[in-house]
């Protein structure tokens, strides 16, 4: 039988590995340990010894895109042997600064940077890099030739879209914007934006708003219902990411203009299929890459570093564009089923090695 003081010790000892969780937790130090960070046969160094320790630091993680980019993310790591370590973003710059300090701390082998603010990040990347830590960003232009940049090509992504309000509305409409500066990919769609009406003169922007206060859609549906009663000529609504265009078309619902609005987006999930997807839903159209196959890429990018084998300084996950008319043609419902029609929605080729096992 166990002593008194022993079962006490033991007590004590659990409630202190409470209490370091939970630490762990409020001080949002890396919470997610993936997988065994084993070795793998016939892989160049160090991926063929195993323990190699990774980082994603997010500047996002709330929302469809950002669960299936780390689901993506994770699945690879493990197809790797790579333990990642995962930090939450909580869209908070000095935070995820805070967070890039303690994986170098950590001692990790190499850093993926998704999303941010590239002017809090820049001295902090730096520190890493002259530690000799690996570093690859996706959608954070960290402006430095040794941090290769993972993107979605965000101009073809608009171009595609305004192609497809163009097709469906003709080249003169009032429109409604949904845009917040300052996050890469945003601005690189805004860019198109502004050259599509530069070239369009019929088309007019008649309100434009937008915000990432979470819940994001719930927030921008309130803006857009303010934007919908001010500016009741409004037929297009391009919203080039899919929390916006939940809530333009959550505040379309409300008003009851789902049979005078279009609404554009970018992105896709399960759940946006089926609010496309839904009878008179004024979503028509969005342009996507699959986000869980950009987390992938983005661990691969950082292991081809860590092997050696350096990657393109841009790697591109091109988008395809989806019409509701696809979806309910082909009977796609799920991301799986999208993967079905869509090749590109299974896998990609960029950072490909033949010793990277596939994990899409
Ligand atoms: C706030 S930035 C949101 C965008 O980041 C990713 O690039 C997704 O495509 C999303 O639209």
Do not use: C
């Not at 890099?129 to 040794?146: E, M, T």
């Amino acid at each position: 039988m166990r002593s008194l003081f022993r079962r006490k010790l033991d007590v004590k000892l659990k409630s202190a590995t409470l209490a370091v969780l939970a630490a762990a937790l409020v001080a949002n130090t890396a919470v997610s340990v993936i997988a065994q960070a084993a070795p793998l046969k016939g892989a160049p160094a160090p991926f063929d010894k195993g323990g190699v320790k990774v980082a994603l630091v997010n500047y996002l993680s709330t929302g469809d895109f950002f669960q299936a980019y780390e689901a993506g993310a994770q699945k690879q790591a493990k197809a790797l042997g790579i333990d990642l370590r995962i930090y939450e973003g909580r869209q908070d710059a000095a935070e995820q600064r805070e967070q890039i300090q303690q994986a170098i701390s950590l001692g990790v082998s190499a850093i993926i940077v998704n999303h941010g603010l590239p002017e809090s990040l820049k001295d902090v990347v730096q520190r890493a890099l002259d530690k000799g830590i690996k570093v690859v960003a996706f959608d954070v232009d960290l402006g430095n030739p040794k941090v290769p940049q993972i993107e979605q090509s965000d101009r073809d992504l608009a171009s595609l879209l305004l192609d497809q309000a163009v097709k469906d509305n003709g080249d003169g409409f009032a429109a409604g914007y949904v845009y917040v500066a300052g996050f890469a990919p945003l601005d690189r769609r805004d860019a198109v934006w502004r050259d599509f009406k530069a070239a369009h003169p019929k088309v007019q922007e008649k309100a434009r708003w937008g915000t990432v206060d979470n819940p994001i859609a719930q927030s921008v549906a309130n803006q857009a219902a303010a934007a919908y009663r001010a500016h009741p000529d409004i037929r297009v609504v391009f919203a080039p990411y899919d929390e916006f265009a939940r809530g333009a078309k959550l505040a379309a619902d409300e008003a009851n203009l789902s049979s005078k609005l279009r609404i554009y987006s970018a992105d896709i999930s399960t759940s946006d299929i089926e609010a496309i997807r839904a009878p008179n839903s004024a979503w028509v159209a969005t342009a996507a890459t699959n986000s869980a196959v950009v987390g992938a890429v983005s661990v691969r990018a950082a292991a081809l570093l860590l092997a050696g084998q350096a990657p393109a300084h841009r790697i591109v996950v091109k988008p395809t564009l989806i019409t509701r008319d696809d979806l309910v043609k082909n009977n796609i419902r799920t991301i799986a089923e999208l993967g079905e029609k869509f090749p590109a929605f299974r896998s990609s080729d960029a950072a490909t090695a033949g010793w990277i096992p596939a994990a899409e």
